[in-house]
């Protein structure tokens, strides 16, 4: 597998989870489930999930990309 198909891989499964913890957090809100064990399990997951996907982002170095911020 390629860089950049690795990347995509990657990318792809924690977009997924994010979506996955996103979608659940609404159907709580639709539901007016606002607080109690189960709210606390996915915003935990969610803001998990999130901190992931900017983790891998800003740690990432992009095929096909410099360092170099005259080239951004």
């Known amino acids: 597998m390629t860089t950049t198909d690795d990347f995509r891989a990657q990318a ?3 977009i997924a ?3 996955a913890a996103t979608s659940e ?3 709580l809100i ?4 606002l607080s109690g064990p189960e ?3 996915v ?3 969610q803001h998990e999930a999130y901190e992931r ?3 891998y982002l800003n740690t990432r170095s992009y095929p096909g990309t ?3 911020p005259a080239n951004c």
Do not use: C, F, N, Y
């Open 12 to 14: 792809h499964a924690l």
């Open 17 to 19: 989870d994010l979506d």
């Open 25 to 27: 957090m609404m159907s």
């Open 30 to 33: 639709s539901a007016h489930q």
């Open 39 to 41: 709210w606390e399990r």
């Open 43 to 45: 915003t935990r997951w």
């Open 53 to 55: 996907w900017m983790t």
């Open 66 to 68: 410099t360092d170099d």
